[in-house]
C-alpha cells in the first residue's frame, strides 16, 4: 500500500541509491524491524546499462551474528526488483543495528546501508489445534459432550463460546474461528489529492455539515492505529487480538489499539489509513481533509496482521456498540458507526455468529458499514458484508467505473471510491489511489495511497456520521434506506466486463433535503 512518503517536519532519505560502473542500485525501506528468529524484507533494484550480463552477489555487513540472507546470487541482464529475505537469529539481542547490503559484480561494488531494530519474541506454549464457535446451552452439538472440545472462553455473543478442537473429525455443527483477512489491493505511488472527496461531493456536503456541530462516535475493527500522527485526533479503543505471538506487542489483549511497528509494515497501516479518511484533522492547514471534522474515534484493533481470527472481530464489533465482552472491561463510550474494512467467504445464514452479532449490534441502533471484498466476486458470498442489515460497499475508479477486484451484484448497496492505483483517468499525474494517513519505511508519519474496497467502506462510515450528526434518530435501516435513495445511479455499464446495478454514494444530496 505505501509508495512514495511525505514526511512531516522530517528530514532525510526513505531509500538508499548508489550506482558504479552504469549498474543503479536502489535500497528500501531505509529501517527493517523484526524480532528474534524472525524475518524481514528489503526490496532491491537493479538498473543496468544496456549490454550488461554478470552475475551480482550479495551479502550483509554489520548486524547480529548469524544474520541469514536469500538469495545471494542473481544473473542480471535487465532491470530488476527483488525481495530480499533477512533471517534474524534466534540469539539476536533487542537492539537496533547498523548494516550495509554490499553488491558487487565483476569489478564493481556498492555498499547501501540501513538500520534493523531487533524486538524481542513473543513466547508462550504453542497453541495446538484448531478453535472452532460453538453453540452452547440446550441448543448445543451432541459432540460438545464427548469431550473433544475444549472450552478456551466465553464469548460476548449470547450462547456460544469459544472452543479447541483436541483431536479426531471436526464435528458437525461447529464454526471454525476462521482467519478473517483486511481487504487489501497493495501497491506503491503518492501524491497528494483527494479526488475521491470530489467524486463523492463532500464540498456539498460540508455546506451543511462539517461534523463540528455535534460529535459523534465512529469505530473501526481493523488493525490498529499509528498514535501520535499529527494529522488525525486522539484515539481510544482496546486491542483484541487475544493470541500474543500474533499480537506484535507480546501481551495478547489491553486497553491499547495501537499497531506496532513491525506489524503496520506488514498491513501498510491499514487502520491508520480507514481512519484517516473518516476522522483526519480538517481545516488545520495541514495534509488532508477527513469527511468528519468533529468525529471522536475509536479503534477495536482485532488484527494482528493481514489476517486474524474471528472471534476476535467478532468481540471487537460488539464491544465497540457498547455490548459486554468477558474478560475486557466495558466500553465507557458506545460509537453509532462501526466501519468493518474486512472479511472472510460465508454467506451469513440464519443461526451463524456473524448473522447473530450483526443483528445484536443493529438492534443497539449502531450502523454498520462493510468493505464488499477485494474478489470480484458476488458480494452476497463475503461476510460480513452479506449480512441483512449491513451496509455493503464496493469501489469505483476515477471514472466511476467499478474498481476491477471490487465484488458486485445486487448485495452491494452503494459504491464509493475505492481507486484503482494501476490509473490515472484524471491525468493529475499521481495514481487514482485514496489518499490518507500513514506510516513510511522510517517510522515517519505520512500520506499515502491505497486501493480497496476498504478504503470505500470509511467514505460511506464517515457520510453516514455527518448524517447522524444532522439528525441522530435516524435507525439502520433509515440510513440505509436514505443512502440508497440519494446515492447517484450509474449505468449498469460501469460495472464492466457485467452488468450490475450500481450506485455512488452522494455525500451533498445524503445530507440535503428530503
Request: charged share 15%; aromatic share 6%.
Amino acid at each position: 500500500m505505501i509508495a512514495r512518503a511525505i514526511l512531516l517536519g522530517l528530514a532525510g532519505c526513505l531509500v538508499a541509491c548508489g550506482g558504479e560502473g552504469g549498474l543503479e542500485v536502489r535500497l528500501e525501506p531505509a529501517r527493517l524491524f523484526a524480532s528474534a528468529g524472525g524475518q524481514a524484507q528489503l526490496r532491491l533494484q537493479l538498473s543496468p546499462p544496456a549490454g550488461f550480463t554478470q552475475s551480482v552477489h550479495l551479502a550483509l555487513e554489520g548486524g547480529p551474528p548469524g544474520m541469514g540472507l536469500e538469495p545471494r546470487e542473481v544473473l542480471l541482464r535487465h532491470p530488476l526488483s527483488l525481495e530480499l529475505r533477512l533471517q534474524v537469529p534466534d540469539q539476536a539481542a533487542p537492539a537496533e543495528y547498523p548494516m550495509t547490503l554490499r553488491v558487487w559484480w565483476g569489478r564493481g561494488a556498492v555498499r547501501q546501508a540501513f538500520w534493523l531494530k531487533v524486538v524481542a519474541a513473543c513466547t508462550g506454549p504453542p497453541r495446538t489445534g484448531a478453535s472452532y464457535l460453538v453453540r452452547v446451552g440446550p441448543a448445543a452439538p451432541a459432540s460438545l459432550a464427548q469431550g473433544r472440545l475444549r472450552l478456551e472462553r466465553p464469548l460476548a455473543l449470547p450462547g456460544f463460546a469459544l472452543y479447541r478442537l483436541e483431536e479426531g473429525p471436526v464435528p458437525a455443527g461447529i464454526w471454525p474461528n476462521r482467519r478473517m483477512r483486511l481487504f487489501r489491493v497493495p501497491n506503491d505511488p503518492l501524491y497528494p489529492q483527494q479526488w475521491h472527496l470530489q467524486t463523492i461531493r463532500m464540498e456539498a456536503a460540508w455546506a451543511v455539515q462539517t461534523g463540528l456541530e455535534r460529535t459523534i462516535r465512529v469505530g473501526a475493527v481493523d488493525s490498529g492505529v499509528a498514535s501520535g500522527h499529527p494529522d488525525l485526533p486522539p484515539i481510544g479503543g482496546y486491542d483484541f487480538v487475544s493470541d500474543p505471538s500474533a499480537a506484535g506487542d507480546c501481551d495478547g489483549r489491553d486497553p491499547d489499539p495501537s499497531e506496532p511497528s513491525e506489524r503496520g509494515f506488514a498491513t501498510g497501516f491499514h487502520g491508520t489509513h480507514v481512519l484517516g479518511t473518516i476522522l483526519a484533522r480538517s481545516n488545520n492547514g495541514l495534509g488532508i481533509a477527513g469527511i468528519n471534522w468533529g468525529a471522536q474515534g475509536l479503534m477495536a484493533r482485532a488484527f494482528g496482521g493481514i489476517e486474524g481470527e474471528e472471534a476476535d472481530a467478532l468481540e471487537a464489533m460488539l464491544w465497540l456498540a457498547g455490548l459486554p465482552v468477558p474478560g475486557v472491561p466495558p466500553n465507557p463510550q458506545p460509537v453509532q458507526v462501526i466501519n468493518l474494512s474486512f472479511g472472510s467467504p460465508g454467506s451469513c445464514p440464519e443461526g451463524s455468529p456473524w448473522r447473530l452479532a450483526t443483528r445484536q449490534v443493529l438492534e443497539r441502533g449502531v450502523v454498520l458499514v462493510a468493505a464488499a471484498g477485494n474478489q470480484a466476486q458476488p458480494a452476497e458470498n463475503y461476510e460480513p458484508a452479506s449480512c441483512p442489515g449491513v451496509i455493503a460497499v464496493g469501489a469505483t475508479d476515477a471514472r466511476a467505473y467499478r474498481s476491477g477486484y471490487s465484488n458486485h451484484g445486487p448485495r452491494v448497496d452503494l459504491y464509493a471510491p475505492g481507486g484503482s492505483l494501476a490509473r490515472d483517468d484524471n491525468q493529475d499525474g499521481s495514481p487514482d489511489g485514496i489518499l490518507s494517513l500513514g506510516v513510511g519505511p522510517g517510522g515517519g508519519f505520512t500520506y499515502t495511497y491505497a486501493q480497496g474496497t476498504s478504503f470505500a467502506a470509511p467514505h460511506v462510515s464517515g457520510a453516514v456520521s455527518l448524517l447522524l450528526a444532522q439528525n441522530p434518530q435516524l435507525s439502520p435501516a433509515a440510513v440505509r434506506e436514505r443512502l440508497r435513495r440519494t446515492a447517484r445511479e450509474l449505468p449498469q455499464e460501469h460495472c464492466q466486463p457485467l452488468r450490475c446495478p450500481m450506485r455512488l454514494l452522494d455525500a451533498g444530496a445524503l445530507l440535503g433535503p428530503g
